[in-house]
C-alpha cells in the first residue's frame, strides 16, 4: 500500500512554469513506476509522463513532451513534474499514481494508486 500527496498545483499565466510533487508514504516508491496524469474540464483523463520504477526512464506523451520533465528523489519518496513553457491546454487537475507493473504503463488502469489532484490553470 502506497498514499500518495501532490502539491504545486496553481493559477500561472501562459508561458511560464510550475513544479509539481508527489510525497509517497507507505512503501517505497523505487518499486513502483509513477506517473502523472491530468484531467482536463469536461474531458477524460490522460496520461502525461511517467518514471520507471527501477531504472528510472522516463517517458512522456507527445502534448508535453520537451516542455514537461518527471524526475524523482527516492531518499525523499518524491516524484516531481517540472512544466515549462505551459500553455492554455495544459489547464487541468493533475494526478499522481504508482503502478505495480513494469514495461512502460501509459493508461490509468495500470495504475494501482492515486493522488487527490491538484489543479493547475493556465491563463492566455
Known amino acids: 500500500q502506497v498514499q500518495l500527496d501532490e502539491s504545486g498545483g496553481g493559477l500561472v499565466q501562459a508561458g511560464g512554469s510550475l513544479r509539481l510533487s508527489c510525497a509517497a508514504s507507505?512503501?517505497?516508491?523505487?518499486?513502483?513506476?509513477m506517473g502523472w496524469f491530468r484531467q482536463p474540464p469536461g474531458k477524460e483523463r490522460e496520461f502525461a509522463a511517467a518514471i520507471t520504477r527501477g531504472a528510472g526512464i522516463a517517458y512522456y506523451a507527445d502534448s508535453v513532451k520537451g516542455r514537461f520533465t518527471i524526475s524523482r528523489d527516492i531518499a525523499k519518496n518524491t516524484v516531481y513534474l517540472q512544466m515549462n513553457s505551459l500553455k492554455p491546454e495544459d489547464t487541468a487537475v493533475y494526478y499522481c499514481?504508482?503502478?505495480?507493473?513494469?514495461?512502460?504503463?501509459?493508461?490509468?488502469?495500470?495504475?494501482?494508486?492515486w493522488g487527490q489532484g491538484t489543479q493547475v490553470t493556465v491563463s492566455s
Open positions: 507507505g512503501r517505497t516508491f523505487s518499486g513502483y513506476t
Open positions: 499514481a504508482a503502478a505495480v507493473s513494469g514495461g512502460f504503463p501509459r493508461s490509468g488502469y495500470q495504475y494501482d494508486y
